[in-house]
């Protein structure tokens, strides 16, 4: 099974600018990661106009685009329930990959760095410590009893990752 590890927090935080930095320094290692990224909004990567937004606006259940540079799949899930983390991760291929990185998906069931930044509004007595959260990263010291990352050093995450997943 491929390790998965979510970065969690609340918004304005500073997941994805750390994502930004983070996923560098694990290819700086040799490690190949792979991201989902939770979006709370109706998302769309297609657009309107384009060949392929007219022809899956048509019905097409599934819809691929492809070019020598990169491909994606678009699925449509109006009748479905949410997806979970486990299904998504599942569709990855798990070839290419060493390592699923994620963001967001905090109330999932899946091993979790929760990230605390002091001036974002909250207190560190709301972070949510349930049995999934593997590390904190936060920008000060907290009494947790759980591994304490300094979330301003993305080589030290890097390395907290790499030692946790043993890849």
């Known amino acids: 099974m491929i390790p998965v590890v979510a ?42 106009g384009k060949d392929s937004y007219e022809l899956r606006k048509a019905g097409a259940a599934q819809t691929m685009v492809a070019s020598p540079q990169r491909w994606a799949l678009m699925t449509e899930t109006p009748d479905e329930v949410p997806l979970d983390l486990a299904y998504l991760v599942s569709r990855m291929d798990h070839a290419m ?21 002091s001036d974002a509004g909250h207190d560190f007595s709301e972070l949510t410590l349930d049995e999934h959260v593997i590390a904190v990263a936060s ?28 890849i």
């Open 7 to 48: 970065i969690s927090a609340w918004s304005g935080t500073g997941k994805t600018t750390l994502l930004k930095k983070l996923i560098p320094a694990l290819c700086a290692r040799g490690i190949r990661p792979g991201l989902i990224k939770h979006s709370h909004h109706n998302m769309d990567i297609d657009m309107p």
């Open 97 to 117: 990959l060493d390592l699923v990185l994620v963001e967001g998906f905090k109330h999932e069931a899946v091993p979790k760095i929760l990230l605390f930044r």
């Open 139 to 166: 920008d000060v010291v907290l009494p947790l009893e759980v591994p304490m990352l300094d979330l301003n050093d993305v080589e030290g995450i890097a390395e907290f990752i790499v030692e946790w997943s043993a």
